[in-house]
């Protein structure tokens, strides 16, 4: 199938209807959750609540034991190729090649998504000036520290230009200024029409970033909205988000 021959089924930049996995016990359990172009959706929940399984089902690289996942109209499910056309996984452990520099790593993750050169070359050299990566841009990756590697991954992701994103933990390692960096970078991303899926433990980035949180526990969706909407489902409209979530948890 081609981007072209696509079955769409809805506008909406992610469908997902009945997901459910599997390991011996039950770690996401008939999950249902839509998010639309130019969302930031911030997916929360304790460890072990099925966060990252989630991503990684939406994202293709794991088989869901039931249930269906559309990004933009793409099956992933019957079509990956399609849909991960349109999508960028960025893990909680930045992955790269650690003997290529930043430059060489984007032009080598640019050719895999059949970037033309020149334009892959012009994207690379722009994403490494808004990261603060141009300087260090023909230095090898095996000497970054965890914030350094955790921008050019995330640079690796942007440069096929995504619509939808995955991120498990991607402020994690970085320093405030860079923290910054990549949050503006996001924003910007969404307000272009990208929608953007977040799993933090760092409930003031979901606060501050999320047009809508979810929280995940159990596997299951157990609340989602604004701030606002989370606060009145708890019973607590003077709450905090930490607050909310602790409650609706019961980790108190």
Request: net charge negative; charged share 25%; with cysteine.
């Amino acid at each position: 199938m081609d981007g072209v021959n696509a079955r769409v089924i809805s506008d909406s930049a992610l469908n997902v209807r009945g997901l459910s996995k599997s390991f011996g016990r039950k770690v996401v359990e008939n999950l249902d959750l839509t998010i639309q172009p130019g969302e930031f959706y911030a997916l929360l929940g304790p460890n072990g609540a099925g966060k990252t399984t989630t991503l990684r089902m939406i994202a293709g690289l794991m088989r869901p034991d039931a249930g269906s996942i559309e990004v933009f109209g793409r099956d992933v499910l019957a079509d990956p190729l399609e849909a991960k056309s349109i999508m960028a996984w960025i893990p909680d452990e930045p992955l790269l090649y650690d003997k290529l520099s930043p430059l060489e790593y984007l032009e080598f993750i640019a050719g895999l998504w059949r970037v033309e050169p020149k334009l892959a070359l012009e994207r690379a050299n722009e994403l490494l000036e808004t990261l603060g990566l141009w300087p260090h841009r023909h230095e090898r990756c095996e000497g970054f520290s965890r914030g350094m590697k955790q921008k050019t991954v995330l640079a690796g992701a942007l440069i096929h230009k995504p619509k939808f994103l995955l991120l498990d933990e991607p402020l994690t390692g970085l320093d405030a200024a860079a923290s910054r960096l990549v949050k503006d970078l996001l924003l910007a991303e969404t307000q272009k029409g990208a929608a953007i899926i977040l799993t933090t433990h760092i409930l003031e980035v979901a606060e501050r970033l999320a047009t809508r949180i979810g929280i995940l526990s159990g596997g299951a969706l157990l609340a989602q909205g604004d701030l606002a909407a989370l606060k009145t489902q708890a019973g607590l409209e003077h709450g905090s988000l930490e607050d909310v979530f602790l409650h609706l948890t019961k980790t108190i």
